[in-house]
């Protein structure tokens, strides 16, 4: 059974920082890509960034260049979020999602998707 859960959400200041990790279960972890989503309350759900594990490559949305990294620990099964700079508009519940061939930031693309976890920027 596939298993992705999130987890390090919480509620920060502006300009502050969190890491998230996504523990993946029940895959050949180094076959799938894992991408980071998040949705806003009225929003539609937006890529955030996406890892790809079989050769590292990596993708992000234009909004958290520079702010945020994605990195993968093969030996734990988990990728990570590294959220630096936070903006008020960073708040949203954050999702990981797995997938063996996904477009790296496009929802529909994605099979397998974790819980969420809660990410509150406070001005």
């Known amino acids: 059974e596939v298993q992705l859960v999130e987890s390090g959400g919480g509620l920060v200041q502006a300009g502050g920082s969190l890491r998230l990790s996504c523990a993946a279960s029940g895959f050949t972890f180094d076959d799938y890509a894992i991408g980071w989503f998040r949705q806003a309350p009225v929003k539609e759900r937006e890529g955030v960034s996406c890892i790809i594990n079989s050769d590292g490559s990596t993708y992000y949305a234009d909004s958290v260049k520079g702010r945020f990294t994605i990195s993968s620990d093969h030996a734990k099964n988990t990728v990570y979020l590294q959220m630096n700079s936070l903006k008020p508009e960073d708040t949203a519940v954050y999702y990981c999602?797995?997938?063996?061939?996904?477009?790296?930031?496009?929802?529909?693309?994605?099979?397998?998707w974790g819980q969420g976890t809660q990410v509150t920027v406070s001005s």
């Open positions: 999602a797995a997938d063996s061939n996904p477009r790296p930031l496009y929802s529909l693309s994605y099979d397998y």
